[in-house]
């Protein structure tokens, strides 16, 4: 009777330790991981995120971001923005490193963040007194949808969030 126990709880306990490895496996996730990688100028540019969906939802009222709220710039984890040299962001220098990147809308105004704490899950640790650099941009609407959340980066140094019905381009150089 003993061993048809512990051989229970073992079974168990390895149903169990197969769905958190499942959990892992962020290829499988409804928003999945994303890179982009670029060289501008003598940097390299590298950014990592989740990619969520619309799914019918509309941005701002069901689906982040939220004006007056930190966003994580995506799902999951934090977005992680990676500069390999000094850069200029909207012509403020960050240094290279590797930093969460986080923006905040109010509006048509959207302020890109890059803040020391890259390692975070969303923005539920953010604070705004661990930013290393915030510049203001403008957001204007897409010529086409984006029905998953994408970041590109141009050779010329222009990073663009594109999100719904929503384009926000910052540079870097």
């Known amino acids: 009777m003993k061993h ?20 892992s496996d962020k290829a499988q996730r409804p928003s999945p991981l994303a890179t982009v990688e670029q060289k501008v100028g003598d940097a390299n540019i590298k950014i990592t995120y989740s990619q969520p969906s619309v799914k019918g939802r509309t941005i701002g009222k069901d689906l982040e971001p939220m004006d007056g709220k930190v966003w994580r710039t995506g799902a999951n984890e934090a977005t992680v923005f990676e500069t390999d040299k000094d850069i200029k ?11 969460g990147f986080f923006t905040l809308v109010n509006g048509d105004e959207w302020t890109i963040i890059f803040n020391s704490k890259w390692d975070q899950w969303g923005a539920m640790s953010y604070k705004e007194a661990e930013d290393i650099l915030r510049v203001k941009v403008k957001a204007s609407h ?12 141009d050779p010329n140094g ?11 381009a910052f540079r870097v150089k």
């Open 4 to 23: 048809i126990i512990k051989t229970g709880i073992f079974a168990v306990c390895m149903a169990y330790t197969f769905a958190a490895c499942a959990q």
């Open 89 to 99: 962001v909207e012509g403020i220098t960050l240094k290279a490193g590797k930093y």
């Open 142 to 153: 897409s010529k086409s949808f984006s029905e998953k959340f994408t970041i590109t980066i």
């Open 158 to 168: 222009t990073v663009t969030l594109l999100w719904g019905d929503r384009s926000v």
